[in-house]
């Protein structure tokens, strides 16, 4: 039996034909008419020039027909590559402009802009048209070796331009299998799917949990805790970010009772403090199960289903993945107790960013481990904790935004002299993003809000930009981050 992605689908879509796969407000599919969708919507793939290792790229709402086009792109062969729904044209065109792709989905309201990137070169298509008489007759699977790419997930950084994730089809056939036995999904599972889907966490974690083992799952939109304490009596899994959780217990609907039929709440993509796990445990009686990952890597470490799931700690190395603490300079392994770089290895490492080898070879060490920048230490049972990160990054509601970004855009502008683009606790995002602005003359920060909007997703978009006559600096002149995360640390949550 072949190893490749779509072959592993097929096993799930033969084996459980007559189940539901996923539903929405609207109705139920199965694997059965899910399958027979893939195939058809290959061929009308195929014919629009989608062969094995051609790019497609998505930017589109979170529907089922977005899903089958998931599966009928790896069915072609294809490389998918999803967007956030929230980019904006600028970062579009870069997207399209590195990634190549043979065909563009987009939503319909954007098919003019998509229509402009490349000067007009890019074969663009709609969801409707897609689906719009598909072909009778179904594609049949182009088969994949293990180490041949099946999706490419952009992912920024504290230099340069955003780099695409290759991740092969092994990656993400060993890491589903993994944590299907982990977690213990069962074809009696039905996850509550309130993620979006261009990312790791939602699109391969949850939605390869659920067909992996014949699941079933309940398609939302976007995170509603109203919606998601209604699914609970009827569904078994909810995954999501601690923003989930932190709504959830905000929610005085959420009480124990509604919790009752639930088996497992799993949380990722940034850290659940303590405080949120012991409060989610207290309100319903369920220990949240934290893990921890990456687009470069999939899961990483889980805590155990059976044993301790350990509030703030984000459990043991998941088997198969070799995970080691360097230390910060070069790689020496560091004792057990001590903190250093998280670096892991294994089949669920990537093989490298799309087109960039120089970038690829900066972050593996000559062994094959890939260095994540992710800062922690290994406890004596084999607990990982995560302390803190080496890289400027800001994870806001499990979103990732690097300060290099938004700073390069304010420091452009001539109303400001120089910027510093900071996370401060946020008592719902987890971290929100805040920009400390040295004006140079006139300077009005609602206005450059405004104007940040047009370049940036709605996201990376600073909740608030304060003003400090001269940013505090270091003797080497360097700006002192620490000192202003400490200055701001009240900012949202006095
Ligand atoms: C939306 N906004 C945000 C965020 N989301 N701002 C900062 N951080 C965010 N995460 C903006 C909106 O555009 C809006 O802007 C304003 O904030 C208020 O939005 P709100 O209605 O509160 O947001 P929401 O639509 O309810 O979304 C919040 C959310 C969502 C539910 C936390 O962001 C979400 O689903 N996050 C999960 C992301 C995820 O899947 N991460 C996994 C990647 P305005 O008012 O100005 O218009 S990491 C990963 O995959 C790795 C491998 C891993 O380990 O899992
Ligand atoms: P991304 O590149 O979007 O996949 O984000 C990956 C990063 O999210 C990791 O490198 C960590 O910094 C962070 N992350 C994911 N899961 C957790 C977790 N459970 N606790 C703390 N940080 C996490």
Redesign the pocket.
């Known amino acids: 039996m072949p190893g490749d992605l779509y072959s592993r689908f097929a096993q799930s879509f033969e084996h459980f034909a007559d189940r539901v796969l996923v539903e929405d407000d609207s109705r139920a599919w199965t694997y059965g008419e899910v399958a027979r969708l893939a195939g058809r919507l290959a061929s009308r793939l195929q014919a629009l020039s989608v062969a094995a290792g051609e790019r497609v790229l998505v930017q589109t709402d979170k529907r089922v027909e977005t899903l089958i086009l998931y599966l009928a792109t790896i069915r072609c062969g294809a490389i998918y590559l999803p967007l956030n729904v ?1 980019y904006t044209q600028a970062e579009l065109d870069y997207f399209a402009m590195d990634a190549t792709p043979v065909l563009a989905v987009c939503r319909d309201a954007s098919v003019e802009l998509f229509g402009r990137i490349g000067g007009g070169k890019l074969q663009v298509t709609t969801i409707a048209a897609l689906f719009a008489d598909l072909p009778e007759g179904e594609a049949p699977p182009v088969a994949r070796a293990a180490d041949d790419t099946a999706a490419i ?1 952009y992912t920024s950084g504290t230099t340069g331009k955003p780099k695409g994730a290759m991740l092969t089809q092994d990656n993400l056939v060993s890491n589903g299998e993994t944590l299907i036995d982990l977690w213990r999904f069962t074809p009696e599972d039905r996850l509550i799917h ?3 889907i ?8 949850a939605v390869h949990c659920v067909v992996f083992s014949g699941a079933s799952m309940v398609f939302l939109p ?3 805790s109203g919606r998601v304490i209604q699914l609970m009596s009827a569904s078994t899994v909810l995954m ?2 601690p ?2 959780y932190i ?1 959830l217990l905000a929610d005085p609907a959420f009480i124990r009772e509604r919790a009752a039929h639930m088996r497992l709440f799993i949380s ?3 850290p659940l403090s303590a405080d949120i796990h012991r409060a989610f445990e207290a309100r319903c009686g369920h220990r949240v199960l934290e ?5 470069e ?4 470490t889980s805590n155990p289903y059976d044993g301790e799931r350990r509030a703030g700690y984000v459990g043991p190395p998941l088997p198969g993945v070799a995970l080691r603490i360097a230390d910060f300079e070069g790689g020496q392994v560091m004792p057990q107790g001590e903190v250093g770089i998280i670096e892991v290895k294994g089949r669920n490492v990537f093989k490298g960013y799309w087109r960039m080898p120089e970038k690829t070879a900066a972050e593996f060490r000559p062994d094959g481990y890939f260095i994540t920048g992710d800062m922690g230490v290994i406890d004596a049972d084999g607990y990982v904790q995560i302390v803190g990160r080496e890289k400027d990054l800001i ?7 690097y300060p290099a970004e938004v700073e390069a855009l304010l420091d452009d502008r001539a109303d400001v002299a120089e910027a510093a683009v900071i996370g401060v606790p946020h008592p ?2 987890g971290e ?2 805040v920009a400390v602005v040295q004006p140079a003359g006139q300077f009005d920060p609602e206005a450059v809000r405004e104007a940040m ?1 047009r370049d940036l ?5 600073p ?1 608030a930009v304060l003003v400090m006559e001269a940013l505090p600096r270091n003797t080497m002149g360097k700006i002192q981050k620490k000192q202003l995360r400490e200055t701001y640390a009240n900012l949202f949550t006095a």
């Not at 997703?457 to 978009?461: D, L």
């Open positions: 929230d997930l309130a993620l979006p261009f990312h790791v966490h939602g699109l391969f974690v976007k995170f509603d999501g970010v923003t989930f709504r990722g993509s940034a893990r921890y990952g990456m687009t890597t999939g899961m990483l994870i806001s509601g499990g979103l990732n935004v719902d995002l929100a993003v909007r997703a709605a996201f990376k978009v909740k």
